[in-house]
């Protein structure tokens, strides 16, 4: 069974910052790629970005590209979510989530972390 476990949420004032990890725990797997999602009241989930497991590359949500950067560490068992110049309406829950190799969708989620933004 694979964990995931979301740190480095908070309060911020717009236009601060923040990095969110999701770290990976359990048994091995073959992933495609590790996401991360937010939710905010009363909204839907809403995708944020993603970092392909080979090869490294990522993808935004037209919403947050140039303000946030995923990454992850050389062992691949962490991923990073920077996020920059948060605005007011980035406030949500944030889950990471993985689709293990065989899944057609992300399989795996974390319990999520709250990034509230001050106005």
């Known amino acids: 069974q694979v964990q995931l476990a979301e740190s480095g949420g908070g309060l911020v004032q717009a236009g601060g910052s923040l990095r969110l990890s999701c770290a990976a725990s359990?048994?091995?797997?073959?992933?495609?790629?590790t996401a991360w999602f937010r939710q905010a009241p009363g909204k839907e989930r809403e995708f944020v970005g993603h970092i392909r497991s080979s090869g490294g590359s990522t993808y935004y949500a037209d919403s947050v590209r140039g303000r946030f950067t995923i990454s992850r560490n050389r062992a691949q068992t962490t991923v990073y979510l920077q996020m920059n110049n948060l605005k007011p309406e980035d406030t949500a829950v944030y889950y990471c989530?993985?689709?293990?190799?065989?899944?057609?969708?992300?399989?795996?989620w974390g319990q999520g972390t709250q990034v509230t933004v001050s106005s």
């Open positions: 989530a993985i689709q293990s190799v065989g899944s057609s969708s992300y399989n795996y």
């Open positions: 359990g048994r091995p797997f073959a992933s495609y790629a």
